[in-house]
């Protein structure tokens, strides 16, 4: 299958030129222009690069990629590495951040919200100008104990819980990743749960004055959903097979 058809369909479907982002989204590395295997994964790191070549892949796609504003400059040291394993073995690199964030269909934020059964789902969570999460309503108000082992189960830990809010919760708010701050809009809307990645100091006063619950599921945790769904759309799309590499990382 050609690369440039692959990137330019991606292009379109995630909208990609309508996000302002510090990440330079889209192809970061090219090869000598055929994928037969895509490899997706959450972070551009040596480890999945590795596990990746191993498995043969011409194409991964990740969600924190390479290029970061004027991240390379400079091609040394890691950054020398990274890419020097990427061209040894003729591998292309596609990276989506904030689109992936925020795709109705294949984003983190509206994948969380289906694994945890929320509907009537409605954009949420304002960064930079931008709209990048979901609120939704669970069917029916249940005991807080009951939705926080429904998310454990869907993220399998939790880095860190606040437990501020009532005794029975239905609505809830999803930010994928880094987003402790977006909190304090969870509590200006008045919602049950806050849903997040990394936590942060700040957002410990502000689940208990705002009286809301917030779960931190790891950053990692958080933006898996996005590229399992991106590999899910290839491999229907395209004659090609395509794989989720997960590093297991708990952070």
Known sequence: MELGKITSFLDRELNIAAFRDSSHNGLQVE??????????GVDASLEF????????????????????GDSLKRI??????????LLDHDVALYACHLPLDAHPRLGNNAGICRALGLG????????????????????????????RERATAVFGNMVATLEFGPARVRSVAVVSGGAADEIAQ???????????????LAAYSLAQEYGIHALFAGHYATEV???????????????VDAEFIDLGIRL
Request: aromatic share 12%.
């Open 49 to 68: 690069f590795r596990k990746a070549v191993a498995k043969k892949a011409d194409l991964l796609i990740c969600h924190h990629g390479l290029s970061w």
């Open 225 to 239: 959903f996005g590229v399992q769904a991106v590999a899910r759309l290839l491999a229907d799309r395209f004659p």
């Open 186 to 200: 969870a509590g200006e809307a008045g919602v049950d749960v806050y849903v997040s990645g990394e936590p942060k």
């Open 76 to 85: 040394t040291g890691l950054h020398y590495r990274r890419l020097r394993c």
């Open 120 to 147: 009537q789902l409605k954009p949420f969570g304002i960064y930079e100008g931008m709209t990048l999460g979901y609120r939704g309503l669970l069917p029916r108000a249940i005991p807080y104990p009951e939705f």
């Open 31 to 40: 090869n000598s222009g055929c994928v037969r295997k895509i490899c997706v």
